[in-house]
């Protein structure tokens, strides 16, 4: 059954809206008629992640700290104009079976993990790209200084005593 406000919710918002008791009256069976549509469907129970292998980078081999997750990921079949091409996308995108943080330990415990991919990466994937990583981000991809790296710190390539100072550093450095 749906979520939709009762008919007393609906006079309630009406009134705040300044509404007629009419048109409060026309929502509260618009409500109902959409209920009853999607009341017809069976909820599609939830996607399970698939098994995609995925590991934390190497500190010795990513000193610089572009990555947050290392994985590799290609779609068995894919050909097309990508091939061989390796990707690192930004740990704001899905990529499923694989960790996404956003940049943030509020989802690393319990790790999230997307059931699917973003459509980008689906993109990627058909058009025979590889995906090798989750590049490292500030916090929610909000910031642009130390304080905003909460996972791992990514240090400028030609500067390490500096920091890149972008949401996408990790995607930066890893260019």
Known sequence: MSDSPSPEDVAAYADRL???VADADALAEQFAEQDAVLDAFD????AAP???EHWDPDPETDEL??????CDVGREGASGPLDGLTVGVKDNVAVAGVPMTC????????AYVPARDATVVDRLLDAGARIVGKT???EFAFGGSRESMRLRLARNPHDPERQ????????GIAA
């Not at 909820?43 to 939830?46: K, L």
């Not at 700290?65 to 290392?70: D, F, I, K, N, P």
């Not at 330990?105 to 319990?110: E, F, N, Q, R, V």
């Open 43 to 46: 909820a599609e129970p939830p």
């Open 65 to 70: 700290g572009a990555w947050l997750t290392r």
């Open 103 to 110: 940049g943030s330990p509020l989802l690393t415990d319990p």
């Open 164 to 171: 890149p100072g972008s949401s996408s550093a990790g995607s």
């Open 136 to 138: 490292n981000m500030d």
């Open 18 to 20: 300044s509404l007629s």
């Open 50 to 52: 698939p098994e995609r």
